[in-house]
């Protein structure tokens, strides 16, 4: 019997306004729940966020869920393409897995740092520690496979 203190029962947002990670329980997820630092109301449909290197680095490490970081550019053709495929898979993960978005255009060191050549390229990170990484688009089951076997085992 899960109590609704219980880990399993619990869900993790990322505050689009200070980046906060706040702890919800699953039950209390539509009682529209606010930010327990900046006291914003938290988007429960866990969209991508944009975030800048530093707010990237801060979740990575914050983060008690996987997170999967996109890196792409606004002129790139495939970066729009599978952005639709991100907000769904963030919509069915919600709560158990961050979805960020880092513009290689406007923030450049994390990409670096990572010696990433081609967007998109997907990085997932578990406990603070790089994963997986994925270059190109990957849309639908595939996106979810690489997801799935990633963050919560095969």
């Not at 706040?22 to 449909?45: F, L, S, Y």
């Not at 990237?56 to 053709?77: E, H, K, N, S, Y």
């Not at 996106?143 to 085992?153: C, K």
Request: with cysteine; aromatic share 6%; glycine share 8%.
């Amino acid at each position: 019997m899960q109590h609704a203190g219980d880990r399993a029962d619990l869900r993790y947002f990322r505050c689009a306004g200070c980046g906060a990670i706040n702890r919800i329980p699953a039950a209390r997820i539509v009682d529209g729940p606010t930010c327990g630092k900046c006291r914003r109301a938290i988007e429960t449909t866990a969209r991508p966020a944009d975030v800048s290197d530093a707010a990237a680095r801060a979740t990575i490490q914050r983060a008690p869920t996987p997170v999967l970081l996109d890196f792409w550019a606004p002129w790139c053709g495939p970066c729009r393409a599978v952005a639709p495929q991100l907000e769904q898979l963030a919509a069915r993960h919600a709560g158990r897995l961050i979805v960020l978005k880092l513009n290689t255009e406007q923030h450049q060191q994390l990409a670096a740092e990572l010696g990433v050549r081609a967007i998109p390229t997907l990085a997932l990170y578990k406990g603070g520690r790089l994963v997986a990484r994925q270059a190109g688009a990957l849309m639908g089951a595939a996106l979810e496979r690489f997801v799935a076997s990633n963050a919560w085992g095969r």
